[in-house]
């Protein structure tokens, strides 16, 4: 949405216009103005109910389970839940998001701001807007069908690369490679890169477009080249966007459940390899032992989603204190 | 004005995407299998259908359990759908533990499970059962077979000794000696071995374990998930087929019936002198030598997983619908009565051997039948 | 800036320029010279040639440009390609997901694919179709509209119309938190609470609830968005007249700010259409066709597509169904964000 090309005559909107007139209404006590008002009030307050009561029922079907548990919750390499008692933890499963998660953003971010600068300023422009145009659909291309392509297609032809790792940087011991099928953290780091490659692109290409035209005209007339241009006022300009737009990114990866279920190998242990299957995220262990799970193991998995909505909740506030800060220095909304 | 009108015509566009919706539920149908009856591969379409009883049986029949009886069931579906077409039978194959957790909680019929209920849920079960209880029947006993994928390699045989090495990760490569002393003649490749486990727990996984402990030397606690470290795994029977196929080297454990192309099933040398090979008949064999262990109706089994009976396959499972003795759901009670009485019936087991199962046999058959038709 | 006149081989102002082609005529030698490389020390992995082709590439047009057009220029040339690269690169993967969907998903996909259900063909058979499972969505996900737009747009007018002060703030931040939320926990949350708590038991209904969740910050934040564009003219004109503030929200505000209402639900609606994980633990799953979305089991269409995949045991006919389902899937929801875009440049604010 470019708003400065929509409203050229309106003065540039408050951001709240509402409250302008709140106070000539304040007195208005016409039944119709108190009924709409109870109606807008009740729908935000259902929403803030709706957000608590999650957390509520999350934990407390957590803590039903969790006095159970003879592991320890945090450190316990096992998910053992239907048995008497339970023994269970998400030590593999906190490393398995957590690095899968950083693999796709080590991927996804650089050739996500690649595409978005190739957009923005150095695509042909009969090129770039159809361009960003099927990017912004690939957005909404659904979760399952990039585990269709991942398990169908992306896994038989990983082969080859993870080969080559295993060749030249297995003695790293992070790519060595037993020689298993490529179903790995490592492939479903790649899987969702590729899957949140089209946001990040999105949010970055906005960004960049918004950058001031003065700024880069300026450097060019100083006799700087495009890179210079784009490392000197576009880059430092879009940072915070870019930086808030790979925590969108990041969200859904650390979320994703159908896409990782496909095409990974689950074990319940931690393994220095990358390439070696094995290991497990949130998600994904929640969708393929939910399955099998009696009551008690239910509640484990519950307590389990109450961890990644806890990490998710972390992740979108930073994402949001960023995008506070973003607002107070950005030259367009001062 | 502009506005209303706008207003009106998204009215309008509203009431006609609705209209569609409603239109759209009365155009499609369910499909009945006739377009392909000839030519699958299931075989099961050549089975008599002319013995079942719908009695008064009809609407909706939800069921949920055990994904290893899974194809069996299509199979039955299919056929009693044929003959009584008043009947839906929804069985959702999401695991033995979650069947089990609908059946008690009054959401299905009936439950498929991999293995039997345990006390507690007995007990648990006399709330859906209004003056009785739920009882296992076992229904559907098959082989667990040994699929591997090792080109150029047409039979290959193994014992209890070296499958629990080559699951636990000890043997890895498919020209190790163990399995050359095994397989004479054989030209074993330098392959490595890539062994396949369940990711979720399974009564497969349960039973398979079972025998490497009792016939092997496992030394991990057989019982539905995975003890083991290492390998590699995949979700249900049907991933580990799947994997298998596609990866040169896998072999990984499952129902017969999900052995398809691009794979073969191990061969397994028992106590008796002759390797047996993982067929419907050689897992009846055990399976007719099981000891009943349930008390009353209910008919639960205990399997020998170390035979010497020749041809006898060591490794097999048996699963069982469970329902309630008394206090079944009066609007379901018909269909249910009905479509168990034809699955334990002498043409419903008789489809099972093609779809990769084993048939009741006997004394537990008749047994089975006796507790079907006692079912209220 | 000195830089650019140390080029002192040519009295022209601008400097050395090399040729259009040269890029092109870098890659091909490149290419050429890392192919040559790996036949003559024996590599045979494809990424090896790439890499070693990359690695010449770089060096060659750092080198020529550095040397006829000044560092400046070279660096510069370095990071457009590697920006073209980044294109590509991200190129090769989003084409493939198409292309194979495509390629894959025509095989069983027509009329008698999309007008049956799956009945009693078992999974591994050819047949059956995904008429269940497009009742089962569209029920859905109408029914989570149902839900989630009035609830969402009045919190949007709340937000922009009324609110201030403690509990806006309140709303605002968690809306944005809760646009994070994975949706297999909105998926639990419904299983805890309506599932396990009230037993209500499994239906289509009990999807759609996760999938309003889901739903409602997107349509606030859009809706906040398109009100806040509404010019305050507008608002203090009617708010002159004596209309009442209510009927100005419904009578002015809300008609102006429609188009784009209309466009952040279709986007959203696009959004959950395609969830999966929900749907695994709420809906159960049937093959056969359940028109009634409060009681009994129902499909939907992404839990088809993950059970084709996860129950063939490998078989191509259970693979085929499931990337029909996805072209079926793709498209609906592709028609849904071009219908929506449609929609947004149609009734564009401003154009009044």
């Known amino acids: 949405m470019d708003i400065s090309t929509h409203t050229p005559t309106a003065p540039p909107p408050?951001?709240?216009?509402?409250?302008?007139?709140?106070?000539?209404?304040?007195?208005?006590?016409?039944?119709?103005?108190?009924?709409?008002?109870?109606?807008?009030?009740?729908?935000?307050?259902?929403?803030?109910?709706?957000?608590?009561?999650?957390?509520?029922?999350?934990?407390?079907?957590?803590?039903?389970?969790?006095?159970?548990?003879?592991?320890?919750?945090?450190?316990?390499?096992?998910?053992n839940t239907n048995v008497t008692p339970p023994d269970f933890g998400i030590a593999v499963l906190v490393f398995g998001t957590v690095v899968s998660s950083i693999i796709a953003m080590a991927l996804a971010v650089p050739v996500a701001v690649g595409i978005a600068l190739f957009l923005t300023h150095y695509a042909?422009?009969?090129?770039?807007?159809?361009?960003?145009?099927?990017?912004?659909?690939?957005?909404?291309?659904?979760?399952?069908?990039?585990?269709?392509?991942?398990?169908?297609?992306?896994?038989?032809?990983?082969?080859?690369?993870?080969?080559?790792?295993?060749?030249?940087?297995?003695?790293?011991?992070?790519?060595?490679?037993?020689?298993?099928?490529?179903?790995?953290?490592?492939?479903?780091?790649?899987?969702?890169?590729?899957?949140?490659?089209?946001?990040?692109?999105n949010v970055s290409r906005e960004v960049f477009r918004q950058v001031p035209r003065m700024h880069e005209e300026a450097a060019l007339a100083l006799g700087a080249t495009r890179w210079e241009v784009v490392r000197m006022s576009v880059l430092p300009f879009g940072r915070s966007g870019v930086i808030s737009a790979s925590m969108l990114g990041l969200g859904r990866a650390l979320g994703e459940t159908i896409a990782v279920a496909t095409v990974l190998s689950p074990t319940f242990e931690i393994k220095a390899s990358l390439l070696d299957p094995g290991g497990g995220t949130f998600a994904q262990n929640i969708a393929s032992k939910f399955g099998e799970a009696t009551e008690q193991g239910r509640d484990a998995l519950i307590a389990s989603g109450l961890v990644l909505f806890v990490i998710t909740l972390l992740v979108n506030g930073a994402a949001r204190l960023i995008i506070a800060r973003r607002a107070e220095y950005s030259g367009a909304n001062a | 004005m502009k506005l209303?009108?706008?207003?009106?015509?998204?009215?309008?566009?509203?009431?006609?995407?609705?209209?569609?919706?409603?239109?759209?539920?009365?155009?499609?149908?369910?499909?009945?299998?006739?377009?392909?009856?000839?030519?699958?591969?299931?075989?099961?379409?050549?089975?008599?259908?002319?013995?079942i009883k719908c009695d008064d049986a009809k609407g909706q029949l939800q069921a949920a359990g055990s994904s290893a009886q899974k194809n069996a069931i299509d199979a039955w579906v299919k056929q009693y759908t044929a003959a009584c077409n008043g009947v839906q039978i929804n069985y959702n194959a999401n695991g033995s533990g979650a069947g089990i957790t609908n059946f008690l909680q009054?959401?299905?019929?009936?439950?498929?499970?991999?293995?039997?209920?345990?006390?507690?849920?007995?007990?648990?079960s006399k709330k859906v059962c209004s003056g009785g209880q739920a009882i296992d029947l076992p229904m559907v006993g098959g082989p667990i077979a040994v699929g591997y994928n090792v080109p150029g390699v047409d039979t290959l045989i193994l014992d209890a000794k070296t499958l629990s090495k080559i699951f636990n990760s000890e043997i890895t490569n498919w020209n190790d000696k163990a399995i050359a002393a095994l397989n004479p003649g054989v030209k074993l490749p330098d392959l490595k071995i890539q062994a396949f486990h369940r990711s979720d727990e399974s009564g497969t996984t349960d039973n398979f374990t079972k025998y490497l402990k009792a016939a092997g030397?496992?030394?991990?606690?057989?019982?539905?998930?995975?003890?083991?470290?290492?390998?590699?795994?995949?979700?249900?029977?049907?991933?580990?087929?799947?994997?298998?196929?596609?990866?040169?080297?896998?072999?990984?454990?499952?129902?017969?019936?999900?052995?398809?192309?691009?794979?073969?099933?191990?061969?397994?040398?028992?106590?008796?002198?002759?390797?047996?090979?993982?067929?419907?008949?050689?897992?009846?064999?055990?399976?007719?030598?099981?000891?009943?262990?349930?008390?009353?109706?209910?008919?639960?089994?205990?399997?020998?997983?170390?035979?010497?009976?020749?041809?006898?396959?060591?490794?097999?499972?048996?699963?069982?619908?469970?329902?309630?003795?008394?206090?079944?759901?009066?609007?379901?009670?018909?269909?249910?009565?009905?479509?168990?009485?034809?699955?334990?019936?002498?043409?419903?087991?008789?489809?099972?051997?093609?779809?990769?199962?084993?048939?009741?046999?006997?004394?537990?058959?008749t047994k089975v039948r006796a507790a079907i038709a006692n079912l209220s | 800036?000195?830089?650019?006149?140390?080029?002192?081989?040519?009295?022209?102002?601008?400097?050395?320029?090399?040729?259009?082609?040269?890029?092109?005529?870098?890659?091909?030698?490149?290419?050429?010279?890392?192919?040559?490389?790996?036949?003559?020390?024996?590599?045979?992995?494809?990424?090896?040639?790439?890499?070693?082709?990359?690695?010449?590439?770089?060096?060659?047009?750092?080198?020529i440009a550095a040397k006829v057009e000044g560092r400046r220029q070279a660096k510069d040339r370095i990071a457009t390609s590697l920006i073209w690269v980044a294109f590509l690169l991200a190129v090769i993967p989003l084409a493939s997901l198409v292309w194979e969907t495509v390629k894959r998903g025509v095989k069983v996909f027509d009329v008698y694919f999309l007008t049956h259900s799956m009945g009693v063909v078992a999974d591994t058979e050819p047949g059956g179709g995904i008429y269940h499972a497009i009742i089962g969505t569209l029920e859905q996900v109408g029914l989570a509209s149902l839900i989630a737009v009035p609830i969402g747009v009045l919190t949007a007018i709340y937000l922009v119309e009324y609110g201030k002060g403690k509990l806006a703030k309140a709303i605002t931040f968690f809306v944005d938190v809760m646009t994070g939320i994975p949706s297999i926990v909105a998926g639990l949350f419904i299983l805890s609470f309506w599932i396990l708590i009230l037993d209500m038991g499994y239906s289509g209904f009990a999807g759609s609830l996760a999938l309003s969740i889901l739903m409602m910050p997107v349509v606030v934040r859009s809706t906040e968005e398109m009100l806040k564009l509404v010019p305050n003219e507008l608002r203090e004109a009617s708010l002159a007249l004596g209309v009442p503030k209510w009927?100005?929200?419904?009578?002015?505000?809300?008609?102006?700010?429609?188009?784009?209402?209309?466009t952040g639900v279709m986007l959203a609606v696009a959004r959950i259409t395609g969830e999966t994980a929900p749907m695994l633990l709420l809906v159960w799953g049937t093959n056969f066709i359940n028109n009634n979305p409060f009681e009994g089991p129902q499909a939907s269409l992404p839990l088809y597509i993950y059970q084709q995949y996860a129950n063939s045991s490998g078989a191509n006919a259970a693979y085929d169904r499931a990337w029909a389902a996805a072209l079926a899937l793709i498209a609906f929801v592709m028609i849904l964000n071009l219908v929506a875009r449609g929609i947004a440049r149609w009734k564009a604010p401003s154009q009044h």
């Open chain 1, 14 to 79: 408050s951001p709240r216009p509402g409250q302008a007139e709140n106070r000539t209404v304040r007195g208005a006590t016409r039944p119709g103005d108190r009924i709409f008002l109870g109606l807008s009030r009740g729908s935000g307050i259902a929403l803030l109910l709706i957000m608590a009561s999650i957390a509520v029922f999350l934990t407390y079907r957590a803590f039903k389970v969790l006095p159970e548990d003879t592991g320890n919750f945090f450190t316990t390499f096992e998910w």
């Open chain 1, 124 to 201: 042909p422009r009969r090129l770039s807007g159809p361009i960003a145009y099927v990017i912004d659909l690939l957005a909404a291309v659904p979760s399952i069908v990039y585990g269709l392509w991942g398990a169908l297609i992306l896994v038989p032809n990983l082969d080859g690369l993870y080969g080559w790792l295993d060749d030249y940087l297995g003695w790293t011991g992070i790519f060595d490679w037993q020689g298993g099928a490529p179903r790995s953290l490592l492939t479903v780091g790649i899987l969702l890169a590729i899957m949140i490659l089209p946001i990040i692109t």
């Open chain 2, 4 to 51: 209303q009108r706008m207003n009106r015509r998204a009215l309008a566009l509203g009431a006609l995407a609705v209209s569609g919706a409603l239109a759209l539920t009365a155009c499609g149908s369910d499909d009945t299998g006739d377009k392909n009856s000839s030519g699958n591969s299931s075989g099961a379409a050549s089975a008599p259908a002319g013995n």
């Open chain 2, 106 to 124: 009054g959401q299905t019929a009936f439950a498929g499970s991999d293995s039997a209920l345990k006390p507690d849920e007995i007990t648990e």
């Open chain 2, 217 to 365: 030397d496992w030394q991990y606690e057989p019982g539905k998930s995975w003890k083991a470290k290492g390998g590699q795994s995949a979700q249900g029977s049907s991933g580990l087929a799947q994997q298998v196929k596609q990866t040169e080297g896998a072999i990984s454990y499952f129902e017969l019936s999900y052995v398809a192309d691009g794979m073969k099933a191990v061969e397994i040398k028992t106590a008796a002198a002759e390797p047996v090979a993982a067929t419907t008949e050689n897992a009846s064999k055990a399976i007719g030598a099981a000891k009943i262990v349930g008390t009353g109706n209910d008919l639960a089994l205990q399997l020998d997983y170390n035979p010497s009976t020749p041809g006898a396959y060591p490794i097999s499972l048996v699963t069982y619908e469970i329902v309630c003795d008394k206090g079944n759901k009066a609007d379901t009670l018909p269909a249910v009565k009905s479509f168990l009485t034809y699955i334990a019936s002498e043409d419903g087991q008789s489809i099972l051997s093609d779809a990769g199962y084993a048939p009741l046999a006997g004394d537990i058959a």
């Open chain 3, 1 to 63: 800036m000195s830089t650019t006149l140390t080029s002192k081989h040519r009295s022209t102002l601008r400097g050395g320029h090399l040729p259009k082609w040269s890029p092109l005529a870098i890659i091909a030698g490149s290419v050429a010279a890392g192919l040559g490389i790996s036949a003559a020390a024996g590599l045979h992995s494809s990424i090896q040639w790439a890499l070693i082709a990359a690695v010449v590439f770089v060096v060659a047009t750092y080198g």
């Open chain 3, 247 to 262: 009927r100005t929200i419904l009578k002015v505000v809300l008609p102006t700010s429609i188009g784009g209402i209309t």
